[in-house]
């Protein structure tokens, strides 16, 4: 029998972050700039990060997958972002072994940001035979959901089921703390029961994940969106910021019995890419300070850190630039460095996720962490021209 891993302790914090962030750029292995800044709690984040979505569920990738997320964290890429159903859950575990090895070559856990998300089901070992089997067993018997719960047939919403994959994720991860847990694509209900029955499941979950913060399992909450965030106010999938953190207040107040007390929902992630713009240019989110503003921007003022998922747009971008992009970025040497330089840039974006299983699409991410910021003037030079044209 196999003795059971001791979980390792510590969370990402100020101290640690910004020492790790001093580090590489005096050592000149990044420019000033590429560290964004975690709202209140004074951390110093990278501006790009490593995904591990991707992939084939093998012994191989796994490998890959740690050896990424060693060397990453390494050499000066301190956000790794995971979830509970990435290639059936074996992204949590190769994550876990790429900390291990970092943390033996020295690189702190305090000045590590890791976050792993949870809604879709996890199906260990890959999809089973008979799915209506399996649900019963998995999930019925065990009273983390319903079939009247389940979403699009994949997707579940209950607090039950996401503390389940709260308490998987940290497991094979091997660590006490997650710096964040995020919801993945809760908007996938509101296509079946609409908006309101969708936030009414949120709120439990929300106060689930409060409890856990205050049992340090996890430090941070939020969501992760594909449709939410990017749409019109009046779309019927809209989800804003505004409204989640309502949500994070009634719940915190809910956990701790305090009517002042603080919600934790601090972090939010939206796809954005040079195609996939709206989180930087559809004014949709009344911010409960008099302004309506971008996704971006409302993020700014609610003080909630905005990820960035499809960097690459399934690696389109790593082929091909957008013609505005390549003329600006035409400096450097491919499509892959210009989308990063490009996402990094963003004013209001704090870390660009990349999803990789190939060791050597980290040289571009660490190629492009040297690279010094667009001038913001550049940058929004960029959409003028793309109007003009």
């Not at 305090?258 to 989110?285: C, S, W, Y």
């Amino acid at each position: 029998m196999q003795p059971v891993q001791k979980l390792i302790p510590g969370y990402a914090n100020a101290k640690a972050t910004r020492r790790y962030a001093e580090q590489f750029v005096s050592e000149g292995k990044a420019a000033e700039g590429h560290y964004s800044e975690f709202s209140r709690a004074k951390m110093r984040l990278s501006s790009l990060g490593i995904g591990t979505f991707g992939g084939a569920a093998t012994a191989e990738v796994d490998a890959q997958i740690s050896a990424i997320v060693a060397r990453g964290l390494a050499e000066g890429v301190n956000v790794v972002d995971t979830g509970a159903h990435y290639r059936y859950g074996r992204s949590l575990a190769a994550v876990g072994a790429g900390v291990r090895t970092a943390l033996e070559a020295g690189v702190a856990r305090e000045a590590m940001f890791l976050i792993s998300k949870g809604g879709f089901l996890t199906l260990r070992g890959g999809p089973p035979e008979d799915m209506e089997a399996w649900f019963q067993r998995e999930i019925e018997a065990q009273g983390m959901g319903t079939k009247d719960d389940l979403a699009k047939g994949a997707h579940l919403l209950t607090p039950e089921y996401l503390h389940y994959q709260m308490e998987l994720s940290r497991s094979l991860m091997g660590v006490e703390t997650l710096d964040a847990f995020l919801i993945d694509q809760p908007e996938v209900h509101i296509h079946e029961i609409g908006k309101e029955p969708t936030n009414r499941k949120l709120e439990p979950v929300f106060e689930m994940l409060e409890r856990a913060v205050l049992e340090k399992k996890i430090r941070t909450y939020g969501i992760s969106t594909f449709e939410g965030f990017r749409e019109e106010t009046d779309a019927a999938v809209f989800q804003s910021l505004t409204s989640m953190q309502g949500l994070a207040e009634r719940a915190a107040q809910t956990v701790t019995g305090d009517d002042h007390a603080r919600h934790h929902f601090k972090i939010a992630m939206l796809p954005f890419n040079q195609v996939m713009l709206e989180g930087f240019t559809r004014f949709n989110t009344a911010t409960g300070q008099g302004n309506v503003a971008s996704p971006l921007q409302a993020a700014h003022q609610l003080e909630v850190y905005m990820i960035a998922s499809h960097s690459m747009l399934k690696g389109h971008l790593a082929k091909q630039s957008v013609e505005v992009v390549e003329q600006q970025l035409a400096s450097l040497p491919n499509p892959a460095q210009r989308a990063l330089q490009f996402n990094r840039s963003t004013p209001g974006l704090g870390t660009s996720l990349v999803g990789m299983s190939t060791p050597e699409h980290l040289d571009d991410m660490l190629a492009v962490m040297r690279e010094p910021m667009m001038d913001k003037k550049a940058y929004l030079g960029m959409f003028k021209k793309a109007e003009e044209e």
